[in-house]
């Protein structure tokens, strides 16, 4: 079965300090992989997905950015917080091997930028 | 973007009562639609799809109706219970067909 693993849980940094997010999936090959950001009480904000090692698609301009060294991994970085940063980071797998793109979530990460 | 001071709505049902929560889309074009759950602290769970080809569809205690004609999808949950509690986002599918636009959430409060 697939799983798909996000750490840490939580995080505090503080503000001008760079961000490391680490995602992994396992279980299936070649998936599509996403980022998301969730601010308290709000629903999801696509920030980032990727289709393949290497090919990352930014939906909104901002303070972060997304690699996919291999695979099945996602890295969410940047290189110095800002306040607006913080939140909680999701994860997310999608199989597009299927007709339908149903993507499953990671427990997320919450960050602090204090 | 959204909207400064939006707050997230809240519906509290009683133990055992059916749940209604309601979604509204904006892409006409829009093929497929996904129920996730969403308990605190954690990430989004899915419940249970529909494509536009279908009226309604059936899960385990749960039920997804949609209305293409007035962009509506709603989640209905049978006899609702405390381990219910959880806010819950419909999902569209975009344009391309890659990606899902998320709605707001809605809070279900199961009550004693």
């Known amino acids: 079965s697939q799983t798909i693993h996000q750490w840490p849980a939580t995080l505090v940094q503080p503000v001008g300090s760079p961000l490391s997010l680490e995602c992994t999936v396992e279980?299936?090959?070649?998936?599509?992989l996403y980022w998301y950001r969730q601010a308290a009480g709000r629903g999801l904000q696509l920030l980032f997905y990727?289709?393949?090692?290497?090919?990352i698609s930014s939906e909104v301009p901002q303070n972060l950015s997304a690699s996919r060294p291999q695979d099945r991994q996602f890295i969410l970085s940047s290189k110095k917080l800002l306040l607006s940063d913080s939140g909680f980071y999701l994860c997310?797998?999608?199989?597009?091997?299927?007709?339908?793109?149903?993507?499953?979530f990671g427990a997320g990460t919450r960050l602090s930028v204090l | 973007g959204e909207s400064v001071g939006l707050h997230l709505p809240t519906l509290s049902v009683q133990e055992g009562d059916n749940s209604i929560i309601n979604c509204a889309y904006s892409?006409?074009?829009?093929?497929?639609f996904i129920w996730y759950k969403q308990e605190s602290g954690k990430g989004p769970q899915f419940i249970i799809d529909?494509?536009?080809?279908?009226d309604k569809r059936q899960g385990q205690r749960v039920t997804v109706l949609l209305n293409k004609t007035v962009k509506h999808l709603s989640l209905q949950i049978a006899a609702t219970q405390p381990g219910d509690s959880a806010v819950y986002f419909c999902?569209?599918?975009?344009?391309?067909?890659?990606?899902?636009?998320f709605g707001p959430g809605t809070r279900l409060s199961v009550l004693p």
């Open positions: 997310a797998w999608g199989d597009r091997a299927l007709a339908k793109n149903i993507q499953y």
């Open positions: 279980g299936t090959s070649n998936p599509n």
């Open positions: 990727s289709v393949g090692i290497g090919q």
């Open positions: 892409n006409s074009a829009s093929d497929y």
């Open positions: 529909i494509r536009s080809n279908m």
């Open positions: 999902a569209e599918n975009d344009d391309y067909g890659q990606n899902f636009v």
